[in-house]
Antibody
Framework: EVQVVQSGAEVKEPGESLRISCKGS????????IGWVRQMPGKGLEWMGI????????RYGPSFQGQVTISVDKSINTAYLQWSSLKASDSAIYYC????????????WGLGTLVTVSS | DIQLTQSPPFLSASVGDGVTITCRAS??????LAWYQQKPGTAPKLLIY???TLQSGVPSRFSGSGSGTEFTLTISSLQPEDFGTYYC?????????FGGGTKVEIK
């Protein structure tokens, strides 16, 4: 059974760093892109970026380039999303999801990680 | 980058009604489009990809059509569990933009 499991909720202060994780199981992790999607409170879905675990090829949405880093450790079937210096405006739910095999649509989603940044 | 515009932003319909949501792309994307349903407090769920291919397990009352710049998601007979927000997503060329969403309410 395919599963995508995300790390738990985080509460951080502005300026702190953070890395959240996304672990895939039940499929060949290296062969499917993993993407990250932001959802700010009461708002729509925003495509942040995507990584191919097989070769770490990574693409970012223009609003997120330089603001976050997407990485992967395929030895433990885990993708990461990290910030070096959080802002209050980074408070949101972050979803990771696996793409379907032949298209970039997301077929398996994690439950989401709630990140709250507040002083 | 491709922009996706969904309409209407909100709709209210009765059980049994047919419902259509439109997604327009700022440039042609062939059939590279997906549709998702998101219910409050839950992750989105893939309904359709490649514009018209129904994801496994999705009820057949959902259908998608279109190509190029105009796409539609149709629910043939609205059911109580179909409430939520529906999003389209471009599947061609990074970034893989989402539309702004259409919130569906059951009257």
């Amino acid at each position: 059974e395919v599963q995508v499991v995300q790390s738990g909720a985080e509460v951080k202060e502005p300026g702190e760093s953070l890395r959240i994780s996304c672990k895939g199981s039940g499929y060949s992790f290296s062969n499917y892109w993993i993407g990250w999607v932001r959802q700010m409170p009461g708002k729509g879905l925003e495509w942040m970026g995507i990584i191919y675990p097989g070769d770490s090829d990574t693409r970012y949405g223009p609003s997120f380039q330089g603001q976050v880093t997407i990485s992967v450790d395929k030895s433990i079937n885990t993708a990461y999303l990290q910030w070096s210096s959080l802002k209050a405006s980074d408070s949101a739910i972050y979803y990771c999801a696996r793409t379907t095999g032949s298209f970039y649509s997301f077929d398996y989603w994690g439950l989401g990680t709630l990140v709250t940044v507040s002083s | 980058d491709i922009q996706l515009t969904q309409s209407p932003p909100f709709l209210s319909a009765s059980v049994g009604d047919g419902v259509t949501i439109t997604c327009r792309a700022s440039q042609g994307i062939s059939s590279y489009l997906a549709w998702y349903q998101q219910k409050p407090g839950t992750a989105p769920k893939l309904l359709i990809y490649a514009a018209s291919t129904l994801q496994s397990g999705v009820p057949s009352r959902f259908s998608g059509s279109g190509s190029g710049t105009e796409f539609t998601l149709t629910i043939s007979s609205l059911q109580p569990e179909d409430f939520g927000t529906y999003y389209c997503q471009s599947l061609t060329d990074f970034p893989l933009t989402f539309g702004g969403g259409t919130k569906v309410e059951i009257k």
